[in-house]
């Protein structure tokens, strides 16, 4: 029997014109030292949430994270019919019910605010589970009548942890995929099965600062004064990224079920969506400002029996521009290299399928054979990667 199938990776090429899609805490653009050459980055955290929202809109699957799980328990009591304020209090016991510690909430004026809880840590959970910890309050709502201020009498959310702490146990497609970090609910945590990578450009960047100015409709239409209502700067950058990603199929088919057949089936479903939500989506910041909207000019997908391999390393020393400009070209031709290289050093049968979509290029034999649309190419590497079960 031949190696088995264990991971997907997944390799991008993406030209990016001017944008700031990743800002840190000062609104600056986000960079890194990489071969003593300065690169735009953008942070796997942040592609990720683009990769998950993406990938949950086009499933219709989603899950919902946040501090402030009573507020939608009280939210969605009210859309059932109750007043307002025993919501919020039923919301308020229920988010101090689990195992999860809590803290009320303050206003601006630093006082607590009743019936309003904080968890220390984000729950994450399906969507529809909101739901069901609607319906603990509707059964005990007689006992969740008292206000919440962080120091009752009584604590009759005491009664309900080990329901509450049930429905917190609760994942859908999205989490199995991408993981939980939930300690203190006894198996809540679920290890994600894919792992992506800090975006980079391949190149040394520069970030510029745009001077930007806002007109006073008013005082431009009485023209008694000269000047703007608003003046400010704002910072950006241009590039051609590489992005990576990996699934792992193991640990996918680990957290979606112990019956193989059944975690293939879903397994398929996807890890086939992470891959193209992976390759179309695109981070949001300044959308109206930059509207970014590019699409990759290369993605290359490889089926691994042995570990998961980026070609970062292809990019340490930065990519030149072309003859006549770009770094679109040589940056697809440092890929192919490096694949075959490194493919060539580890030992090709350990690449079980490798395969390539691109706008432009035709002579990419070190990446395996040329796909006409992305959704053929994840298509060909799901069907080697689940041609059958993980064992």
């Given at each position: 029997m031949g190696p088995r199938p264990r991971f997907i990776d997944i390799h991008v090429v993406q030209p990016v014109p001017y944008a700031n899609l990743n800002r840190d805490d000062t609104n600056s653009v986000k960079t890194m030292l990489y071969g003593d050459a300065l690169r735009t980055r953008i942070s796997s955290q942040?592609?990720?949430?683009?990769?998950?929202?993406?990938?949950?809109?086009?499933?219709?699957?989603?899950a919902l994270r946040t501090r402030r799980i009573g507020e939608r328990v009280a939210d969605a009591l009210r859309a059932r019919g109750w007043e307002k304020p025993l919501a919020e209090r039923a919301g308020a016991h229920v988010a101090a019910g689990s195992s999860i510690k809590w803290e009320?909430?303050?206003?601006?004026?630093?006082?607590?605010?009743?019936?309003?809880v904080l968890t220390n840590a984000l729950i994450y959970l399906p969507d529809d589970a909101v739901e069901e910890l609607a319906d603990i309050a509707e059964e005990h709502k007689d006992a969740l009548t008292t206000d919440f201020t962080g120091k009752p009498k009584s604590k009759p959310e005491s009664a309900l942890k080990g329901k509450i702490d049930t429905v917190l146990l609760k994942r859908n497609g999205v989490i199995n995929l991408f993981g939980r970090m939930l300690a203190e609910v006894d198996r809540a945590g679920v290890d994600g099965a894919v792992q992506v990578a800090h975006a980079f450009t391949t190149h040394t960047t520069e970030v510029e600062l745009d001077y930007f100015a806002a007109v006073d409709d008013v005082t431009a239409t009485k023209g008694d004064e000269s000047g703007s209502g608003h003046m400010g700067t704002a910072e950006f950058s241009t590039g051609t990224f590489y992005r990576f990603a990996t699934v792992d199929l193991d640990e996918l088919t680990r957290n979606l079920s112990d019956d193989p057949a059944a975690a293939?089936?879903?397994?398929?479903?996807?890890?086939?969506?992470?891959?193209?939500?992976?390759?179309?989506?695109?981070?949001?910041?300044?959308?109206?400002?930059?509207?970014?909207?590019?699409?990759?000019?290369?993605?290359?997908?490889?089926?691994?029996?042995?570990?998961?391999?980026?070609?970062?390393?292809?990019?340490?020393?930065p990519v030149r521009p072309a003859q006549h400009g770009g770094y679109v070209v040589r940056s697809v031709e440092n890929i192919a290299a490096y694949s075959h290289a490194a493919n060539t050093l580890l030992g090709p049968d350990r690449v079980l399928?490798?395969?390539?979509?691109?706008?432009q290029f035709d002579k990419l034999e070190h990446l395996g054979?040329?796909?006409?649309?992305?959704?053929a190419l994840v298509a060909s590497a799901i069907d080697v990667a689940l041609a059958e079960a993980p064992q």
């Open positions: 942040c592609w990720k949430r683009a990769v998950r929202e993406h990938f949950q809109d086009a499933l219709g699957d989603n009320v909430a303050k206003g601006k004026d630093k006082q607590p605010i009743t019936n309003k293939a089936h879903g397994a398929r479903e996807l890890a086939g969506q992470f891959l193209l939500s992976f390759i179309e989506s695109l981070p949001q910041a300044k959308k109206n400002s930059t509207a970014p909207h590019s699409l990759p000019h290369l993605v290359h997908v490889a089926v691994r029996s042995d570990r998961p391999l980026s070609f970062a390393a292809a990019f340490e020393e399928h490798a395969a390539h979509a691109s706008l054979q040329r796909h006409p649309s992305f959704d």
